[in-house]
């Protein structure tokens, strides 16, 4: 069965600051990764996903992911943090080569961003 | 619209007693799921139908039960054999398995 790592609990930035979110999977096959994002009272939305392809991703807002699949991991990144990017973050992978696989997320990760 | 609609976005339950959260999509999914969402835990997987008339169990489905008689309705319901159902619990649907959209979710308190 898949499984999924973020490595940050908590993260607190000031504006401008460069953000590096972690994400390890655990699953041999083929993978598809997403990113998503919980705003303050919102509900999930997707920032960015990798099927397959170029394994740099970018996504919505300025937010981008690398697919290193050496490393099981999928990173997400953005240059130039802003304090309305504080929310909560997950990350979440699928198996598509395997029927019957549903989407697994991580824990999350809060970041908070300070003006 | 098209979208996911959960319903009651609150819902206060006595101890012992079962309820039934409403989970609609109109997207024309396959697929859907149901997650509990605790602080520090992030979403853990209850159950998940891929198909109408058929539903697996996720991580952590006992005292939860789901039927899927319909391609736009998957309710699920918290069993009184439930020990902690207090959470906030977030429907999703997707075309087999590429993204998930979901739903506002529904806050379900014991008291």
């Known amino acids: 069965a898949q499984s999924v790592s973020q490595h940050n609990h908590h993260v607190i930035l000031s504006e401008a600051a460069s953000l590096e979110l972690g994400c390890n999977y655990s699953?041999?096959?083929?993978?598809?990764l997403f990113w998503y994002v919980q705003y303050p009272g919102q509900h999930l939305q997707l920032l960015l996903k990798?099927?397959?392809?170029?394994?740099l991703v970018k996504g919505i807002k300025g937010f981008e992911a690398e697919f290193i699949k050496s490393k099981f991991s999928f990173n997400l990144r953005k240059p130039s943090v802003q304090w309305s990017d504080t929310a909560e973050y997950f990350c979440?992978?699928?198996?598509?080569?395997?029927?019957?696989?549903?989407?697994?997320f991580g824990k999350g990760t809060t970041l908070s961003v300070s003006s | 619209d098209g979208g996911i609609t959960q319903s009651p976005k609150y819902l206060f339950r006595k101890e012992g007693q079962n309820v039934t959260l409403s989970c609609e999509q109109n997207?024309?999914?396959?697929?859907m799921y149901w997650y509990r969402q605790d602080p520090g835990q992030g979403l853990r997987l209850i159950y998940y139908?891929?198909?109408?008339?058929?539903?697996q169990k996720g991580d952590i489905a006992e005292g939860y039960s789901v039927s899927r008689e319909k391609k736009e309705s998957f309710p699920l319901t918290v069993t009184s054999a439930q020990k902690n159902p207090t959470a906030f619990y977030l429907c999703?649907?997707?075309?087999?398995?590429?993204?998930?959209?979901f739903g506002q979710g529904t806050r379900l308190t014991v008291v």
């Open positions: 999703a649907s997707s075309i087999r398995q590429t993204e998930a959209f």
């Open positions: 699953y041999g096959g083929t993978v598809n």
């Open positions: 990798y099927f397959s392809g170029d394994p």
């Open positions: 979440a992978v699928n198996a598509p080569g395997q029927a019957g696989t549903a989407l697994i």
């Open positions: 997207l024309n999914h396959d697929a």
């Open positions: 139908s891929q198909i109408v008339n058929d539903f």
